[in-house]
T-cell receptor, first 110, second 119 residues
Framework: GQSLEQPSEVTAVEGAIVQINCTYQTSGFYGLSWYQQHDGGAPTFLSYNALDGLEETGRFSSFLSRSDSYGYLLLQELQMKDSASYFC???????????FGRGTSLIVHP | DAGVIQSPRHEVTEMGQEVTLRCKPISGHDYLFWYRQTMMRGLELLIYFNNNVPIDDSGMPEDRFSAKMPNASFSTLKIQPSEPRDSAVYFC?????????????????FGPGTRLTVL
């Protein structure tokens, strides 16, 4: 089985940098995905890491350390529209079906 | 492509009534997933299909829940009879097959969801 832990809430100010951590315990771990969900909306895919290291996509970056069973999502130059919930999702080899964490609510203040 | 389509977007019903949620996946996607999202339990996988065949329904909470996929472009999730604790947002998601044959493991495409309220 899988379990993923992430903080329930993070707050930051506009223009700042914020890091959302995710630790996982999973058998046959294959990779870690990140999704964003605005209130009333659907989860939308942000990034996926299968290998250790940092993946950068614009203002968002995602990091994975397989040896530490740990990953994070880094959001730079925060904007008000970044206020949303962010979910990490672990993928196990075999089924390749993701298991989602409980999500982190990011609140961006002006 | 219009993305994953779900209907209805909102459903309010009374306890004991039958509820049917509908989903049209993205054309060409081989995998279809049904999720339920609540504050208490987060995002839970209920069931998923591969090429219209149910593969894993271990997340279906009880016999009141059933899902079908009669063809590649349509799936239903039915609750009969419904109960207040079924109130949640139900998402359908689809993904193509990977080159290795399993689902494309890095991205799922979610529909807008159906917000179900059972009174």
């Amino acid at each position: 089985g899988q379990s993923l832990e992430q903080p329930s809430e993070v707050t930051a100010v506009e223009g700042a940098i914020v890091q959302i951590n995710c630790t996982y315990q999973t058998s046959g771990f294959y990779g870690l995905s990140w999704y964003q969900q605005h209130d009333g909306g659907a989860p939308t895919f942000l990034s996926y890491n299968a290998l250790d290291g940092l993946e950068e996509t614009g203002r968002f970056s995602s990091f994975l350390s397989r040896s530490d069973s740990y990953g994070y999502l880094l959001l730079q130059e925060l904007q008000m529209k970044d206020s949303a919930s962010y979910f990490c999702a672990g993928v196990s080899g075999g089924s390749y079906i993701p298991t989602f964490g409980r999500g982190t609510s990011l609140i961006v203040h002006p | 492509d219009a993305g994953v389509i779900q209907s209805p977007r909102h459903e309010v019903t009374e306890m004991g009534q039958e509820v049917t949620l509908r989903c049209k996946p993205i054309s060409g996607h081989d995998y279809l997933f049904w999720y339920r999202q609540t504050m208490m339990r987060g995002l839970e996988l209920l069931i998923y299909f591969n090429n219209n065949v149910p593969i894993d329904d271990s997340g279906m909470p009880e016999d009141r829940f059933s899902a079908k996929m009669p063809n590649a472009s349509f799936s239903t999730l039915k609750i009969q009879p419904s109960e207040p604790r079924d109130s949640a947002v139900y998402f359908c998601a689809s993904t193509p097959a990977s080159l290795a044959g399993g689902p494309s493991y890095n991205e799922q495409f979610f529909g807008p969801g159906t917000r179900l309220t059972v009174l």
